[in-house]
Every structure is written in C-alpha cells, then in structure tokens.
C-alpha cells in the first residue's frame, strides 16, 4: 500500500452544533464545510488543517455506525478512524487484501466531499479503524 497523506481524522461527537464553536476556537479556523451523508446516516462538519482535515462525525440515526460509537464510549464519542489518500484505490483495496488486512469495504463506495472511500477493519488494523480516500474528481 502506499498512501500520499493523512487525508483527515474523523471525530465522533453527539451534536455539531456544539462541536464546531469548540473546534473553532481550539484550532484557530472556521468551519469550511457542513455536508449530510445519508447513506451513512451522518452529518460531518470540516476543519482544514495545515494539509490535513479533521472530520466531526455527528449522527443523523440511531442506526447509524456513529451513534453505535458514541454509545460504546459512554455517549461521548471522541477519535473514530483515521484516513488516508490513496491513488488507485480499488488496486490498494485489492493489495491490502492480499497483506492480510480485513476489509469493511470491499468495494469502494460514496463519501462526503466527494471522494471515493472504504474502510479496513480495525482487527486488523491494530485497532485502529482505517479509511483509504481517493479524490476521482481531480
């Protein structure tokens, strides 16, 4: 595999609206974009920072892979997943697979700002939840 940058770490929290004026102040930046993924069944708010992006995750259902989350963390949330850019994505799906990792996603699919994504699971991931990104649209 070979990833060209930390794309953005993904937060969970509970409610954006409370989120972002936290964020804001603690990194010193506006919000640059709010976006609904409905087949996620989340709303994600964007932070830019130096090359990299953080991510607020909040739920928009009960069902929703977040709210599961934020329950197992004591309704809190906190540090979800980290992603990284890739180029090519279903050949380093493809190669990841073939290293031993196990993959959520075995097919790339949709994600917010309009990259192409899936996940790799964190049992094989040392416990980290792993997203690989590509931009298609550049």
Do not use: W
């Not at 963390?73 to 380093?92: D, L, S, T």
């Amino acid at each position: 595999m070979n990833p060209t940058h930390i794309e953005h770490i993904g937060i969970a929290v509970v409610s954006l609206d409370e989120s972002i004026p936290v964020f804001e102040k603690m990194l010193g930046t506006k919000c640059y974009a709010i976006e609904e993924v409905k087949d996620q069944k989340v709303k994600t708010a964007f932070f830019k920072v130096g090359q990299t992006k953080i991510e607020l995750l909040e739920p928009t259902s009960p069902e929703s892979t977040i709210a599961a989350f934020i329950e197992k963390n004591n309704g809190k949330g906190g540090m979800h997943h980290i992603a990284f850019a890739v180029e090519g994505i279903e050949n380093q799906l493809a190669e990841a697979k073939s290293l031993g990792f196990r993959l959520i996603d075995e097919t790339p699919r949709g994600g917010a700002e309009g990259l192409t994504i899936a996940f790799m699971h964190p049992k094989s991931t040392c416990s980290v939840l792993t997203e690989l990104c590509e931009n298609k649209n550049k």
